[in-house]
């Protein structure tokens, strides 16, 4: 048993160890830096989730919004000097982790998940530092990337991967998307390569040397049978911290930047381009954090961007996954192979992307059943309770807050077509016999509603991400064959909501008339 933990501590020793030598960039002198205010504190305060374990100091979130004026000034004076100290205490810099077993070979370290605790009161300053750093981070990413960046969504890569394929469908054209999956993407990036790409991202010196102190000499505890071992950890953004997926976000576009794929390119004049033709502009990939889809119009081209995407990784500590990267093609796209480092990769007709399936011809069959499980799920775990009440305006509201987001989720972007989307409709007997005293809206409106209030959105927004710039794309290099073409999304509102002279886009310009055309 002893020796079977030290294994074991050996092996997760080694996976945060690190292994790629990252010289970091000079930065300039460091400038002070304006003082945290008792206000800062308080809106991180109130943002910290409740109900969360505390860390090695038993300090918990509910104890902090519950400790008021006098809180807050003396925090702020505390993180102020941390600040300026650009130095964390060193309590901060140790965490307990637990590892939560995975589908899988139980025997493989891999199938668990490492959940790490840390102190609440840390993990509290780096939210009010994120908060000061977060527009600056945001504006170093590109519209591809949509993971951890406030007012965007997994629905507007969803959209966005959604309208890409029914456009190629429609108009026949050819279509490659590899999905690339990384081993341990957050715990394997290379702390130094974070800090030079927030240099490169213009982040102030003093920020940086706070973050790169925050990463230093940092370790973890792990209890393996009788035994508590304390393992350091020298690689990795560290897990639970509320700045952690920025930081990996900014690494990985500080590193695919070498890449040049976004770069402004003429169509007429280049023949080197990667991705594929959006009215003139390149979409290569769409991202949330390490959720990486690109896009070809070749198995080829698609092959030579997986490895180059394999290379910059590497530079940076990531590795791509060969068994779990895989890849699918539409029928119009050549019989090609794609490879990554001379291995076939694994061809797949669907895909579970960013929580929704998805393959090539937008066939809803496979995730209404997918919608109806995890409807079926989320009532088994609330079944007991709402069972239990006598309330039936409170079992409605479980009810709407539990088991209807989770037969909704994604069929905004679902083409409206009577075959395909009555069934997820249909709830299953069983919830509405819990619920059938309470004045509930059926499932089928709650969608109707989700989706009107997406395609709004989605209509208004000027800030150029792809899910817009998708919806308005109309490919006019090529010629639509004829015949009848695949049902759109967009011809539900085509159909419900256009009025004499005024197109259903012209309609969603205006907020107050989109709301007043819609479903109630």
Known sequence: MHRAGLLCGLLVSRRLSCRRAIFTTPTPPPEDEPPILPEEVKYAIRKLKVGTAAGPDNISSELLKAGGDSLYRLLARHFSKYLSEASIPEQWKTSKTILIPKKGDLTDLNN???????????????????????????????????????????LDHIHALTQVVERHREHQMPLALAFVDYYKAFDSVEINAVLNALASAGVATKYVELIANSNEGTSTTIQLFDKKLSIPIRKGVRQGVTISPKLFSTALEDAMRQLGWDEEHDWEDSTDIRGIN???????????ADDIVLFSSSTTELSSMLNDLDEVGKKIGLKMNVKKTQWMKNRFCDQGKVTLEGRDLQEVTSYIYLGREVNMVNDLQAEIGRRKRAGWAAFNSIKEVTSQLKDPKLRAHIFEASIIPAISYGTEVW???????????????????????????????????????WGGHVIRRQDDRWSTRLTHWIPRNIKRPLGRPPTRWTDYFRKNISQPGRHWMTVAQDRAAWRTCGPR
């Open 278 to 288: 959006i009215d003139g502009k390149v979409l290569t990939n769409l991202r949330f």
């Open 112 to 154: 668990f998940r490492p959940i790490s605790l840390l102190s609440v009161v840390y993990k509290l300053f780096t939210k009010v530092i994120v908060n000061r750093l977060e527009k600056q981070l945001d504006n170093f990413q590109p519209p591809s990337q949509a993971g951890f960046r406030r007012n965007y969504s997994c």
């Open 415 to 453: 083409p409206d077509t009577k075959k395909k989307m009555q069934p997820p409709y249909e709830l299953p007997t069983a919830h509405w016999n819990v619920l059938s005293s309470a004045p509930l809206a059926s499932s089928k409106e709650h969608i109707q509603r989700g989706k009107h209030r």
